[in-house]
């Protein structure tokens, strides 16, 4: 049971352009939303994350949207740059075990 | 600051033979974690541990075994590989506090 569905698998998108990730959870009880980053031969990095009492948060070009009633968040990079072609991880947990469940990633492609 | 270190980075495993994948952590942290990667697949958690002499499961621990004796080593064996086994390992370690995870640098296994 796939319990953080994360879409699309891949994504190309120009440079300037505004890659958008999408993200849908099931599980009422998570209350932390992190994205990761992640650079071939690399680990995964938190670039950055959201708690269910605010709707949208914004870190340099990284802007997370939370929507609560509709259990979907997703990532949006203004002003996109090849350097930011990587995988991106969306995922959820829950503060009180932290266990974090991942969704299966977004290759994203930042073209020149 | 090291972080997460992760050993070996690389390694080739015939059939049938055992290693063990090293991770130490210099943060502090009490919980940790393994995960593997495999592609178009995200990350799945194989085992977790939330303090010196506590281990868990996660969602694909078949195959494999952990230990936590001391808060900064948490090494994963792999007991007679099998071809399943190839992929990325990564090793991960919290606070337990719901702020994120930091990751090695990742273990690429080949089992032929």
């Known amino acids: 049971q796939q319990q953080v569905k994360q879409s699309p698998q891949s994504l190309i998108v120009q440079k300037g352009g505004i890659p958008i990730i999408n993200c849908a959870y099931e599980n009422t009880a998570f209350d932390y939303f992190p994205w990761y980053q992640q650079f071939p031969g690399k680990g995964p990095a938190l670039l950055i994350a959201i708690r269910p009492d605010v709707s949208e948060k914004k870190e340099g070009r990284f802007t997370i949207s939370f929507n609560k009633s509709a259990k979907q968040f997703s990532l949006h990079i203004m002003d996109s740059q090849p350097g930011d072609s990587a995988t991106y991880f969306c995922?959820?947990?829950?503060?009180?075990?932290?266990?974090?469940?991942f969704g299966k990633g977004t290759r994203l492609h930042i073209l020149p | 600051n090291a972080g997460v270190t992760q050993t070996p980075k690389f390694r080739i495993l015939k059939i049938g033979q055992s290693m063990t994948l090293q991770c130490t952590q210099d943060m502090n942290h009490n919980y940790m974690y393994w995960y593997r990667q495999d592609p178009g697949m995200g990350l799945k958690l194989i085992y977790y541990?939330?303090?010196?002499?506590?281990?868990d499961k996660g969602e694909v621990p078949n195959g494999y075994n952990v230990s936590r004796s001391t808060t900064e080593d948490f090494p994963l064996r792999l007991e007679l590989a099998a071809p399943s086994q190839t992929s990325v390992y990564f090793c991960a370690s919290s606070t337990g506090q719901g702020y994120g995870y930091t990751f090695g640098s990742g273990t690429r296994l080949t089992v032929v």
């Open positions: 541990s939330v303090g010196a002499g506590i281990t």
């Open positions: 995922a959820a947990s829950r503060s009180r075990d932290d266990k974090i469940i």
